[in-house]
DNA sequence: CCCTAGTGAGACATCAATGTCTCACATGCG
DNA sequence: CGCATGTGAGACATTGATGTCTCACTAGGG
């Protein structure tokens, strides 16, 4: 935004076009260039202009979708503080983007081939690091591998991405869903023979 | 199979055509017509008089799909016994489909049109059901909907379909780790003040 | 005020997948 | 041994998305 001012005339928001993509892809993964453009409001020579084909939107979309996870990766600071909340911190980084995330993830053309970008190979070390930093330190069991747990928190971000695209879970509960199940499961947390015992965490 | 013998000639075994489709589309989502036929055994002419085009085809998958889907929740008998146990078991039943359930879980176009399979309400709603009876009898924590957990049951499966295709994680692992990342999540259980701990469940 | 870069609109060719058709062939049946 | 049925192979047209190009227009810079 603020260096559009340096573009002459009216130049077409890069940045802009790749969210309204990502929206409007997020949604109906089939959308055509024309649609794209529709939605980006521009035109589809100019977004032809932009990205030299389809095939050129999707890898950078794929590249801003690397981006934003490592900025989350960072925003959220996993390697401080205990291992759980980090892990809290990071859904609640991720979350904004889980749509794009939960696209990239059906678009199983860009890990069929060979050279899958490497950038996920970063972000999936710097997650299973995490959790095996949880794992050291005792806070997360140790009979569900690191690599497993990366994989099923991506997968649930994009199962919640797509149950609040679809309006079967309030957008503001992702991340709670998001996290309390990945964290803690489903089974009611066992209560140490408490006679009187609070239900569940009452905190939204 | 059995009832090949009745045909006349070597007619195409509708079942095994959609199994390899199933397991080709598994693979590679975006696969050709002619390469469906391939995989099959057959002709694309006769693909073509099997299912009149490709999206009948994925009707068919879908189809299969939600009867197999029935069949587990009846196999593991959901309404019986504790619900941790019923969810490990319909988890272990649904195992060997969840391939087909991972293509059609990316095959969106399944859901975008208005008309969208009830069989899958019909799945929703009995999954769901089985969720809430676990809330109602104490096993299950309640400040997560079912829908929600319905929807996290199937995204994981699909997670786990994924990661056993591309290796990450191994096939034998794939009902312990669904199902034990959805009931207990990934929080070390707490040991009430016991001196000797066993780390974890051992059983494999 | 003129010039230039960037855009929108549309025409056009291309390309891949698909739907459709024909025809030869093989196999089981009578 | 013919016949009928279903199949494989391939030709062909169609369709939809895409890549490419031209041209007029507009908005800002000098």
């Known amino acids: 935004m603020s260096h559009m001012r ?22 109906k993964s089939t959308a055509t260039m024309d649609e794209v453009a529709k939605a980006a409001g521009i035109s589809r020579a100019t977004l032809h202009r932009q990205f030299a084909g389809r095939d050129a939107l999707v890898r950078a979309l794929e590249a801003l979708g690397i981006a934003e996870c490592e900025a989350a990766l960072a925003a959220a600071r996993t390697d401080e503080g205990s291992a759980t909340d980090a892990v809290r911190r990071l859904v609640a980084e991720i979350e904004p983007h889980a749509g794009l995330l939960a696209f990239l993830y059906t678009e199983n053309q860009l890990f069929e081939g060979e050279e899958q970008n490497e950038g996920w190979t970063r ?67 066992e209560e140490p023979a408490l006679p009187e015992a609070p239900a569940a965490r009452k905190e939204s």
């Open 123 to 189: 972000i999936d070390e710097s997650v299973s690091a995490l959790f095996r930093r949880g794992q050291s330190n005792g806070e997360f069991r140790i009979d569900l591998t690191p690599a497993w747990l990366t994989e099923a928190l991506f997968g649930l971000l994009a199962s919640a991405a797509w149950a609040v695209a679809e309006g079967r879970v309030a957008p503001k509960d992702f991340t709670h869903m998001t996290v309390e199940l990945l964290i803690g499961g489903v089974r009611r947390p």
């Open 6 to 27: 340096y573009r002459r005339l009216m130049a077409v928001d890069r940045e802009h076009v790749l969210r309204s993509a990502a929206a409007l892809l997020t949604r």
